[in-house]
């Protein structure tokens, strides 16, 4: 789960992280009262999208060329006069509210959202600061270390991508106890890779133990601050917020859970997620309805290895009931470009002849317009098979994943 940048910054500041003031608002009118409100001068208008390259993203109009605001958002084209960005340095009020008029509405395209870009609805109207320095920091699980790591970095406000692969020792990690959180001799270790002086010193370490306890009191999956600022007066504050959690832990959080922005969610996958569905889109044309996620990653392998190209991950789990098999094909039938479908099941807890009633059910209530190939393996799999053949549906049946890969991915080209 993700939230906006304002919602992170406000759970931070409740957690100790210092961050800018900063209003979040949805009118032009109200950006203008926000600039008066937080007492002018230098202010900084941001899109509210969740998404990143916001400052060389383009906000756009319903009739702009899309690709080629992603050119220019990608710093593959200059950027044409009166072009918007996502991220506005205004020094009065006029301009506070003209900044405002010119994202919300619009469609903020960067690097990160594609050309499709992300619909821009509220702003953060935020003080902005004298910069010193810009710094990196964040907290992520480590697969090899299985424990948290804080990162951080000199290197502020660059792709933290692009400081792994060119310079990755000016990146300084370490691994966090969650028992015990970041040690203080942890913090000072952070503090001189950064190059922290002064008093500076103890306001950075006290933000890098509260951005830490945040992060595991919280069930975070990732805690970004890029960039962390350290301002001429020796302030060190969180310009830039990005925070994802665990959604399986957000029953522990409801204050989190209910910060969720479903205009920025994809409309399949929290219709999948209400129903208990495991469901990723993706940019394929064969959708996948599999129960086991090692089983559906290696049915989305097959189906690319064979010329394929899936259009989800799908895993409706052991024990899925038949009303959520109904849900799944709905959701999957009623996605653009999809132009088969395929049903790789191996019946344990959820039996094959279950699966097999779902399809039928769906054929009697769903329009059923593309091919579908299924197969079936496990428990009660004759009687599964028996149901399906003696149906009169459509229905392409295969003996094996790879043969079942090799007939979805035909049927798509036939039906192309």
């Given amino acids: 789960m993700k939230v906006h940048e304002y919602q ?3 759970l931070l500041q409740a957690a100790g992280v210092a961050v800018p003031a900063g209003i979040v608002v949805t009118t032009p009118d109200e950006a203008a009262a926000a600039y008066d409100k937080l007492g002018g001068g230098l202010i900084v208008v941001k899109a509210q999208v969740h998404a990143g390259g916001r400052g060389k993203g383009i906000a756009i109009g319903p009739d702009a060329d899309r690709d080629e605001a992603l050119e220019i958002a990608s710093g593959m084209k200059p950027r044409l006069d009166g072009m918007a960005k ?3 340095l205004v020094r009065t009020k006029d301009e506070a509210k003209s ?3 010119s994202l919300l509405g619009k469609t903020l395209v960067t690097y990160q959202t594609g050309r499709e870009g992300q619909m821009i609805r509220k702003v953060l109207v935020t003080v902005g600061h004298d910069i010193s320095r810009e710094l990196y920091l964040a907290v992520a699980v480590d697969r090899e270390t299985q424990c948290p790591v804080l990162m951080a970095s000199t290197e502020g406000g660059v792709e933290i991508e692009t400081v792994a692969s060119e310079s990755p020792e000016k990146i300084h990690k370490e691994p966090i106890d969650i028992g015990l959180g970041l040690a203080d ?4 270790k952070i503090s001189k890779a950064l190059g922290l002086k ?8 006290a933000l890098f133990k509260a951005f830490v306890k945040f992060f595991i009191d919280s069930d975070a999956s990732l805690a970004e601050i890029n960039p962390l600022i350290v301002t001429d007066n020796g302030d060190v504050l969180a310009l830039d917020a ?3 959690f665990d959604d399986n832990a957000m029953f522990r959080h409801k204050a989190i859970a209910d910060l969720l922005d479903e205009n920025e969610e994809d409309p399949n996958e929290l219709r999948a997620g209400k129903s208990g569905l495991s469901y990723v889109s993706l940019d394929g044309d064969i959708a996948c309805l599999v129960n086991g996620a ?4 290696s049915t989305m392998d097959l189906i690319k290895y064979h010329g394929g190209e ?3 991950f799908l895993d409706v789990g052991g024990g899925a009931q038949k009303d959520q098999v109904l849900e799944a094909f709905r959701i999957l039938l009623g996605t653009k470009n999809v132009k088969a479908v395929l049903v790789n099941i191996f019946g344990g807890i959820m039996k094959c002849d279950i699966i097999a009633s779902a399809l039928l059910a769906a054929y009697d209530e769903i329009d059923f317009n593309i091919p579908l190939v299924v197969r079936l393996e496990g428990t009660n799999v004759e009687l599964g098979k028996k149901l399906l053949s003696e149906s009169g549906r459509k229905i392409i049946t295969a003996d094996g994943l790879t043969d079942a890969a090799k007939k979805v991915v035909a049927a798509a080209k036939g039906a192309a």
């Fill in 8 to 10: 992170a910054k406000d």
């Fill in 86 to 88: 996502g991220v506005q």
């Fill in 242 to 244: 990005k925070l994802n």
């Fill in 198 to 205: 002064g008093e500076s010193v103890k306001k950075g370490e």
């Fill in 294 to 297: 090692g089983l559906a990653m």
């Fill in 99 to 101: 900044a405002a008029a």
């Fill in 185 to 188: 001799f942890q913090a000072r």
């Fill in 310 to 312: 899936p259009a989800n």
